[in-house]
């Protein structure tokens, strides 16, 4: 598409923020810095770290869930003495497979997205509500 | 109507023709036509793409001449990419153009009717006539810089002469690219930290020191023939993820157009 921004000149006035790339980089370029200083067996120490880190990257996922959700997960963990991903994952199995193997869908739960990326929204909010439903009742 | 992008920086040696012939072919491979227009007396445009120079811009600008832009445009070796070359001759071209009226705007008027999606200009170190053209014929600009003072400098002169054409001129900076960076080294990663707390957003991911980018100008090929994984390309492995090259900075000028 054509610039159609009759500005002329970009202006300099918001320039807060760095391309996340161009931070990273930083980032490193710091840390590098420091450690060029520390005595060598800690900087062996710190860059079996980082790679161990890195490894763990591989499984890392940044998932958006509702706060109260995540609130209750955090409350569950602590109770129980896990850790917040590994209890996640533990409640993930069941409807993971029961998803795959058409044992539920989201039918009557998707709305349309009005977004590009994705064509549909998951009405979480009914899921709830029915969730919790569900649960009075069988009490 | 195409977009246009001015590949511009006073200073010599940073990376200017390796970007424009980069993205420009960066850009045809993923299906858009582009018209790579070389600005440069030096003509590399043409030596990078494996194809023989010639005077096909002064063909094209010098008023006894004028020949139509289709008769000047030569395919090159990528589908999708056409080049208008450069050669000795445009030096005298500018001396021609110097005595020509509103002549900022010869660049915009000669490729007013370009059917093409993308147009770069690859510009030659110096302030000249065709420097001038260029920014008021582009949409954005973009200045590579390597990362010593004097390039960081030249950032600014660049600066200066878009700010300096605003009248006249509607063109942005589409950003400020770090060239030949070297993460291992205090002063890249410092003249890195410097640009990016002046300029902000601006700064685009940079964009590894690599040999291979000479080495494909030798053979005539671009990165992406010549040796597709290269760092230039491709950036820094970071974990599980890749930081700087040449496609994640066509990334964000494909979000910008």
Same mark, same amino acid.
């Given at each position: 598409m054509k610039n159609t921004n009759k500005q002329g000149f970009t202006g300099f006035d918001?320039? =807060? *923020?760095?391309?996340?790339a161009v931070e990273s980089l930083l980032n490193q370029g710091q840390r590098r810095n420091v450690e060029s200083h520390l005595p060598k067996n800690l900087r062996s120490q710190r860059k079996k770290e980082r790679e161990r880190a890195q490894k763990r990257l591989a499984n890392r996922v940044n998932l958006d869930l509702p706060v109260d959700l995540k609130k209750r997960l955090e409350i569950l963990a602590k109770k129980e003495g896990v850790p917040v991903s590994q209890l996640v994952a533990f409640l993930l199995y069941d409807p993971v497979h029961q998803m795959e193997t058409r044992m539920i869908s989201l039918w009557g739960y998707k709305t349309s997205s009005g977004c590009r990326k994705f064509e549909w929204n998951i009405d979480l909010q009914r899921h709830a509500e029915e969730v919790l439903r569900n649960g009075e009742k069988s009490n | 109507m195409a977009t246009t992008i001015a590949i511009l920086n006073q200073k010599g040696g940073v990376g200017k023709t390796t970007t424009a012939v980069t993205l420009s072919s960066g850009f045809a491979r993923k299906g858009y036509q582009v018209l790579l227009v070389d600005l440069d007396t030096q003509g590399n445009v043409a030596? =990078?793409?494996g194809i023989p120079q010639s005077d096909d811009l002064r063909c094209l600008l010098s008023p006894d001449l004028r020949r139509p832009l289709e008769q000047v445009i030569s395919p090159s070796s990528l589908k999708g990419l056409f080049v208008i070359r450069s050669d000795k001759s445009t030096a005298g071209l500018k001396i021609i153009l110097s005595g020509v009226t509103l002549r900022e705007y010869i660049l915009a008027d000669v490729l007013e009717a370009a059917n093409y999606d993308l147009i770069f200009f690859d510009c030659a170190p110096s302030v000249d006539l065709l420097h001038f053209a260029a920014i008021v014929a582009a949409d954005y600009l973009l200045i590579p810089t390597r990362l010593d003072k004097l390039a960081v400098n030249g950032v600014r002169d660049a600066l200066q002469t878009l700010a300096s054409l605003k009248r006249i001129s509607r063109c942005q900076v589409a950003g400020i690219l770090p060239t030949f960076y070297e993460r291992v080294t205090l002063e890249s990663h410092e003249q890195l930290i410097h640009l990016a707390q002046t300029f902000g957003r601006l700064v685009l991911p940079p964009i590894p020191q690599d040999t291979q980018c000479r080495v494909a100008s030798r053979f005539g090929k671009t990165l992406w023939e010549h040796e597709p994984n290269t760092k230039a390309l491709t950036g820094y492995d970071? *974990?599980? @993820? @890749?930081? *700087? *090259?040449?496609?994640q900075v066509l990334e964000r000028i494909q979000e910008l157009i």
């Open positions: 918001d320039l =807060s *923020g760095v391309d996340p | 030596d =990078s793409l970071h *974990g599980n @993820r @890749r930081i *700087g *090259g040449y496609i």
